[in-house]
């Protein structure tokens, strides 16, 4: 059982271009969620998805950012536009449900240039 | 809304025991966890409190006490591999299911 994959590892973007960022939950997971990452900094929720629905999206920029969860096919987060600002480590984490443990994927380093 | 705190940084040397503590607020609990992080990797599962308590796991325990909203991670016989930072992550309902994560206690372990 694969656990969390994300790609690709590291996305090197100039400002103005657009970021994709996937992520394939742990078989059997129904649950993602994106995380954002600056250098010593601690995890910032962004969005919580489940298959085909936006449930949370409370921690996402109303602007250039959207994320999905197709009903086939990985989670995607994309970023439009992108800008100095947007560099760093975003996670995304699966789960089965609630009151269960969130396993991660290694990450997608965006550096914009 | 919620509100996580945890110490910035913590140095301790090998063999040693270490707490790193956890205080939180929020409307809506419904569960703790502690992960570690290690730089530049993803972060992975330590711990799971809901109940009051003490939750051990081999070296490490973490503990809850939902009254006070505070919790503990306790690492026991200190590695030099337990560098890292740990994370403390609140389940809230609050809205809807969701984990926030507090920003995390980066651990220093000497020789």
């Known amino acids: 059982n694969a656990g969390v994959m994300q790609n690709p590892r590291h996305l090197v973007r100039r400002r103005g271009q657009e970021a994709r960022l996937r992520c394939s939950p742990m078989?059997?997971?129904?649950?993602v969620y994106w995380y954002r990452q600056l250098p010593e900094e601690g995890l910032k929720f962004m969005v919580y998805?489940?298959?085909?629905?936006?449930?949370?999206e409370s921690g996402m920029p109303k602007e250039r950012f959207s994320a999905e969860f197709p009903k086939e096919g990985p989670s995607i987060l994309r970023i439009q536009q992108v800008v100095r600002g947007d560099s760093a480590a975003y996670f995304c984490?699966?789960?089965?449900?609630?009151?269960?443990?969130?396993?991660f994927g290694q990450g997608t380093r965006l550096t914009v240039v | 809304g919620q509100n996580i705190d945890q110490p910035t940084e913590m140095t301790a040397t090998e063999g040693a025991i270490v707490q790193i503590n956890c205080t939180y607020q929020t409307s809506g609990f419904n569960g703790l966890f502690w992960y570690q992080q290690h730089a530049g990797e993803a972060p992975t599962f330590l711990s799971y409190?809901?109940?009051?308590g003490l939750e051990e796991k081999g070296r490490f325990s973490s503990f809850l006490s939902r009254s006070k909203g505070y919790s503990y991670l306790l690492l026991k016989e200190l590695q030099m591999k337990d560098s890292a930072s740990y994370l403390c992550a609140l389940v809230t309902t609050s809205g809807t299911y969701k984990y926030i994560f507090g920003t995390g206690t980066r651990l220093k372990v000497l020789a």
């Open positions: 984490a699966s789960s089965t449900g609630e009151n269960t443990e969130a396993f």
């Open positions: 409190n809901v109940l009051d």
């Open positions: 078989k059997g997971h129904s649950h």
């Open positions: 998805l489940q298959k085909e629905n936006i449930i949370d």
